[in-house]
């Protein structure tokens, strides 16, 4: 308990009221990760908020789709956001600050919480897991990309089929691995539902 006291303190010292607002807005796990990565968290809000404006840029730009949740532009978000982190803070800690949001995802399942307008489930977190690598991968293996390289690297990447989305009918239905429509009764929450991890070309 002294240890989140000294935290809150050192926050509301270093971060603007609107950052403490969404500090607060955070899950537990996010708000742990800010907790163990003080030096890295400004920054990492800072890129956050970036990410979200030029995600809703390139949604405009209809050049993948409409889906904010499970589609492409789900998966250019996850993906920009984990390669931008790690131009910013390193890696590892991007990568953990990923870990603890699909921790938080999992936390809003567990209340019928939604993120992006759907509860979150296995499959959507195992997109977000596949992509958030692929963009951290990305750095990796290119640390002197220019963040519009790295935008137009991942939308080539999605439209060659390299990252990963949920696979959906033409009319924007979740269907199973077996191109069968899923239908879930509104008041059941399922963790483990059959939606299906598919190339984000398809």
């Not at 996850?78 to 390193?90: E, K, P, V, Y």
């Not at 809003?108 to 993120?115: H, L, P, R």
């Amino acid at each position: 308990m002294l240890l989140c006291f000294i935290c809150l303190s050192e926050i509301r010292t270093g971060y603007g009221q609107q950052e403490v607002k969404r500090f607060f807005d955070l899950s537990g796990p996010e708000q742990f990760w800010v907790f163990t990565h003080m030096f890295k968290a400004k920054k990492g809000m800072s890129v956050t908020a970036e990410v979200l404006r030029i995600t809703d840029s390139v949604k405009r730009t209809n050049r993948l789709d409409q889906y904010t949740s499970g589609g492409k532009i789900d998966a250019f978000k996850h993906s920009f956001w984990m390669a931008r982190l790690s131009q910013s803070i390193g890696e590892n800690a991007a990568l953990s600050l990923g870990k603890a949001h699909e921790k938080g995802n999992f936390q809003d399942f567990k209340k019928g919480q939604k993120e992006d307008g759907e509860i979150p489930d296995l499959p959507a977190s195992e997109m977000d897991d596949f992509n958030n690598k692929f963009g951290a991968k990305l750095i990796k293996e290119n640390p002197d990309l220019t963040k519009n390289e790295v935008i137009n690297t991942l939308i080539k990447s999605i439209e060659e089929g390299k990252l990963r989305i949920l696979k959906r009918s033409p009319k924007g239905v979740y269907l199973n691995c077996k191109g069968e429509p899923i239908v879930n009764r509104q008041d059941e929450l399922i963790w483990e539902t059959e939606k299906c991890l598919v190339p984000s070309n398809e």
